[in-house]
């Protein structure tokens, strides 16, 4: 595997569609077309077990194009879709009218005019894209050859494309910041930054005692104001996102570094096997780490600052001056918010002692990234979502 392959990055860029009222209902129409065909799909799949795509090709094609007036790309993206599903999410439900999947033969995204011409049951519409600096940067001069349209609750229509995107190689001597992602502080640098999460979470705790009233009051309203607080907290979030990403990626970028990430796919399951208390688990799954990677992988994209992802496993155990691993059971190594090593006698703040030992693997990554061993489990793949 080469460093270049190694180091793009797929993520779908989100652009919001400009729709004429006229057309809104042909792409409803080519929305529930292409779940009624998925759902046909699915149950000859269910079936017949049947979870290859050429043979399910030949068993639904026809059926589902006539009784559904999809065109034929459409019917060939659904059959990805449903086996793409089944095999993603193992557990199987309903398909919604919510998305289209779209191919090189479907869509067509115009750069000059800033526009999209999408294939539809009613055949080939364009519309204008409206989307910023963001978007447009990260689309210039890409070969897009899929993308899925989207209609929100609100009814919005947005397109995400797919793009492949080359993350610059780094110098020889690489320099890495390690981030640790945390409860307490929400985020925490081998430098010694930290976001402090209390006041977000004082607001969480609020808004949770806020949703329980109204849960169990069910006045008329009260699914609305539900829905508006959720809103509120989620902008919340979304605003202290943006900021925390934005000072890490300008902190790595006037030092000239890597920032290092825990790799944290998974991080709910093994937080929530330990039995732990209602709050307690309703934080960790609150948590916004996901947004927070997020925001920070694409304005590094853009800023062109690397980022790496390092195995989990240790870091917070590990000590960052003799490398002792202090075992989970056993003698305790940490203290309130110190990390204390039995081992040298080290006595350190535990998420920057955690952050450093993330810069440290961060560092054997950016500058090894073909060496097994440290970074086996990585492949240098992930995908993520740009909003607009
Ligand atoms: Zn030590």
């Known amino acids: 595997m080469s460093y270049d392959t190694l180091m793009t990055q797929s993520l779908s860029v989100k652009c919001k569609l400009i729709v004429p009222i006229e057309l809104r209902s042909d792409i409803d129409q080519t929305l529930h077309g292409f779940a009624d065909a998925c759902n046909q799909i699915l149950q000859v799949a269910q079936r017949d077990q049947c979870w290859n795509t050429n043979k399910l090709h030949h068993k639904v094609y ?22 793409g599903n089944a095999k993603a999410l ?3 439900h309903k398909f919604r009218p919510t998305s289209i999947s779209l191919d090189v033969r479907t869509f067509k995204y115009v750069a000059a005019t800033q526009s999209v011409g999408v294939t539809l049951k009613s055949g080939r519409h364009n519309f204008k894209l409206s ?12 070969n897009l050859t899929s993308a899925t349209l989207n209609r929100t609750r609100k009814g919005d229509y947005y397109i995400n494309f797919g793009v492949e995107i080359d993350t610059p190689p780094t110098g020889k001597t690489p320099k890495v910041i390690g981030v640790d992602l945390g409860r307490r502080d929400i985020a925490t640098t081998s430098t010694g930054n930290s976001w402090s999460g209390e006041k977000i979470q004082a607001m969480r705790d609020r808004y949770s005692k806020v949703r329980a009233n109204v849960q169990r009051k ?7 104001l539900l829905r508006r607080l959720q809103g509120r907290e989620q902008r919340f979030q979304k605003w202290l996102n943006h900021n925390i990403s934005k000072q890490l990626v300008q902190e790595a970028k006037q030092l000239d570094c890597a920032l290092a990430f825990e790799e944290l796919t998974g991080i709910r399951e093994s937080l929530n096997q330990k039995p732990r208390s209602k709050t307690e688990r309703r934080r960790t799954n609150n948590w916004a780490f996901f947004q927070l990677r997020l925001f920070v ?7 062109g600052v690397t980022v790496v992802f390092v195995p989990p496993a240790y870091t917070s155990q590990t000590c960052c001056r003799c ?3 202090h075992p989970d059971k056993g003698k305790p190594y940490r203290s309130g918010k110190r990390f204390k090593c039995g081992h040298c006698k080290l006595d350190h703040d535990a998420d920057v002692n955690a952050a450093l030992n993330i ?22 793949q992930s995908s993520l979502l740009v909003n607009a």
């Open 62 to 83: 026809k059926p589902v194009r006539e009784s559904t007036g999809l065109k034929a790309n459409h019917v060939c993206q659904a059959i990805r879709r449903v086996i």
């Open 90 to 92: 193992k557990q199987i």
């Open 131 to 142: 989307i910023g600096g963001y978007q447009i940067a990260l689309l210039r001069g890409q």
């Open 218 to 224: 069910r006045t008329r309203n009260s699914r609305r």
């Open 297 to 303: 992988q694409y304005k590094a994209l853009i800023a």
């Open 323 to 325: 490398g002792h691993i």
């Open 359 to 380: 810069a440290a693997l961060g560092v054997s990554f950016v500058s090894a990234p073909e060496r097994p061993g440290l970074c086996c489990q990585l492949q240098g």
